[in-house]
Each structure stands twice: as structure tokens, then as C-alpha cells.
């Protein structure tokens, strides 16, 4: 089994997308790794690992470039040729820290959709104040305009990938909405209620924003626009909250003294609250396994990312929305459509 790294793409690289890969090579001797990137900035870094070859170019898509453009442009960049190797069935997965929108568009390009999914989704997996207990939220951003018989499609992928992944037994599937009540939100909530109450799905109805954290639900089905702010929200007071944390705890020989002998619980809490622990966001909806890692992460969130893509190929859970979107037990999802 080979997977395919972007070692250009984010914040940290290639140091972190590195060392994420070491990480998951001496955790997995069985797995095979193609580093794509600049020989000269990446070779030092990987040493005389056997499970670790590199694909060499000096081209990268930045986070600043138009996605669609770039790809386009830029055949030979990191992301893109990390693509290419799952086309061309060199490798299994690919994974990014690199540019969003390039990497969805290098998947639709490279690898394509599955056959009966209209549009993929953006999903990463958030934590919740319950230990072991996180979500899965789609969509966050992949696409900002959205159908009734997406927000379906998605609860059916989420359904398949909450039972084969997360290993959650008949998974709750919840509608992000601005109230708990059948008739709240706009139309596109409304129909997609109704689509969502007739499919042979663990449907537990509307979900506030305010409640995601507490685990009401194993998967949450949003459109791409309130994904992507209900996310973004998240990850910002999270960020402040730490901060303020910090400034409180670290002012006086009290607090500092206090923070010490605390310093273990509030250990757990940030690992607890840590996204990267949960691996990256899978482009649910495309032909072969493509992760995309946060633009920030560091190795922990790189290696977390390999694992989760070990566990969907091992599953082949890719295999399995294609085949469930066709058989006769969910023909109900293709008369929706």
C-alpha cells in the first residue's frame, strides 16, 4: 500500500509533512510512501528511510493562487502530481496540506467523482467535549451553493464513512439549522429535512450550532457557506479561548503556580480539543481517497492524516458509497435525485 504526500503544500512544510511521514513509516512498516517535491529541501529531511521515495519538482501551488487556474497552469506542482500518482494507480491515497480549492480541483481533474455523487463535499472530522467522541462535518467549504439531494448524498456518504472509520454503530446523522424544529431555516433546510426523514438513514432531525460541540449527532450534513462559518467559528474561539487561558493563567506567581499543578488536566483538555488528533478532511465524493490536511498542521496531524487514509483504503470506503449509491437497498437515493 503506497500513498502519495504533498511535502510542499502548508504552512510547515516540508519539515512537518516530513516528519509526519517518518512518523507513519516506522508506525506502519507495511506502507510505502512518495514524497512529492523539491529533492533539494526534502532529501536531508527524509535520511535512509527505505519506505520513503521522492518524486521531484520544484513547482508548487500556492495558497494565494486562483485553484482552478493553477491546476491548470501548473501541471507539474507537488499537489497536482500527488493526484496524478492515484490516476495512474502508482498509489492509493493522496494526501495535502496545501491550497483547498487546488486540491479539489486536482481530485474532480485528476481522479474524478464517484459515479452518482453530483458534487463532492469537504469533510473533516471535529472533536467534541466527550473523549473519542468527535463528528464528522460536511460540507465546510466545498461548495458554497447546494441542492436538497446533495445534502442526501452527503448523509449517505457520512453514514457509510461514520460505520467503517469511526466504527459508530448505526450512525446518527443531524441537519445543521438554526433551530431544532421541523419547519426552522430556509428552503434548502426545509426539503432537505424531508429527504433526510424519508431515507432509510438514523436520521435525529435539526441540529443548532451551539450544541455541535456536545456530540448530538455522529455526522452533520451543511451546506458548503454554513460549513465553512460554523467551522471557521469553531476554530476561532477556540483560539481565543486558549489565548485567553494563557494570559489569565500566566499573570501573577499565583496563577503560575496554579497552572502547574493543573497542568496535567489542562493537557487533556487541549489534546482532547485537538483537531489534528482526528487526521485531515476527506473530499468525500471523488473516485480514490484524497485528504486534505489543515494549511497550519504540524506532524501529529500529517501522521493522524495517513492513518485515516490507511483505514479508508483498508475498508475500501470509497468502494462502498459507489456500490450502496447503486444497489437495490438504496434505490430510494437515486429517485431523490
Keep these: 500500500m503506497k500513498f502519495a504526500i504533498d511535502a510542499m503544500g502548508g504552512d510547515n512544510a516540508p519539515e512537518a509533512i516530513v516528519e509526519g511521514t517518518i512518523r507513519a513509516a516506522q ?9 512529492v517535491g523539491d529533492r533539494d529541501k526534502i532529501e536531508s529531511l527524509v535520511g535512509n528511510q527505505k519506505q520513503i521515495e521522492i518524486l521531484h519538482t520544484t ?20 499537489m497536482v502530481l500527488a493526484v496524478q500518482e492515484v490516476r495512474e494507480k502508482r498509489c492509493v491515497a493522496a494526501i495535502s496540506a496545501g491550497n483547498t480549492g487546488a486540491l479539489m480541483a ?7 467523482r464517484i459515479k452518482g455523487i453530483d ?34 448524498q452527503y448523509a449517505l456518504m457520512g453514514s457509510i464513512y461514520a460505520e467503517k472509520v469511526m466504527h459508530r454503530k448505526n450512525p446518527r446523522i443531524g441537519l445543521l439549522n438554526i433551530g431544532e424544529e421541523p419547519g426552522k431555516g430556509n428552503e434548502l433546510t426545509k426539503k432537505a429535512y424531508q429527504l ?25 450534513i451543511a451546506d458548503g457557506f454554513s460549513g465553512n ?28 503556580v496554579l497552572t502547574g ?13 485537538d483537531y489534528s488528533m482526528y487526521g485531515g478532511a476527506l473530499l468525500f465524493g471523488l473516485a480514490a481517497p484524497v485528504i486534505k490536511v489543515h494549511g497550519a498542521a504540524k ?37 431523490k435525485a
Aim: charged share 25%.
Design 27 to 35: 508506525a506502519f512498516p507495511d506502507l510505502q510512501f512518495v514524497l
Design 59 to 78: 513547482e508548487k501551488i500556492e495558497g494565494t493562487d486562483a485553484p482552478v487556474q493553477a491546476v491548470r497552469r501548473k501541471k507539474q506542482a507537488s
Design 106 to 112: 486536482s481530485g474532480l481533474f485528476g481522479v474524478g
Design 119 to 152: 458534487r463532492p463535499a469537504l469533510a473533516p472530522t471535529l472533536p467534541t467535549i466527550h473523549e473519542n467522541k468527535g463528528f464528522l462535518f460536511l460540507d465546510v467549504g466545498a461548495n458554497a451553493e447546494t441542492k436538497p439531494e446533495n445534502l442526501l
Design 196 to 220: 433526510l426523514r424519508e431515507a432509510p438513514l438514523n436520521f435525529v432531525g435539526n441540529v443548532e450550532s451551539r450544541e455541535l460541540l456536545q456530540g448530538p449527532a455522529d455526522v452533520i
Design 229 to 256: 462559518l460554523v467551522l471557521k467559528s469553531i476554530e476561532g474561539t477556540a483560539m481565543s479561548l486558549m489565548q485567553l487561558l494563557k494570559e489569565t493563567l500566566g499573570g501573577s506567581l499565583y496563577t503560575k
Design 261 to 273: 499543578l493543573m497542568y496535567g488536566k489542562l493537557k487533556s483538555i487541549k489534546t482532547r480539543m
Design 299 to 335: 506532524s501529529q496531524a500529517v501522521f493522524a492524516a495517513i492513518k485515516q487514509a490507511k483505514i479508508l483504503v483498508e475498508e475500501d470506503v470509497v468502494g462502498t458509497i459507489e456500490e450502496s449509491l447503486h444497489d437495490k437497498d438504496h434505490a430510494w437515493l437515486n429517485s
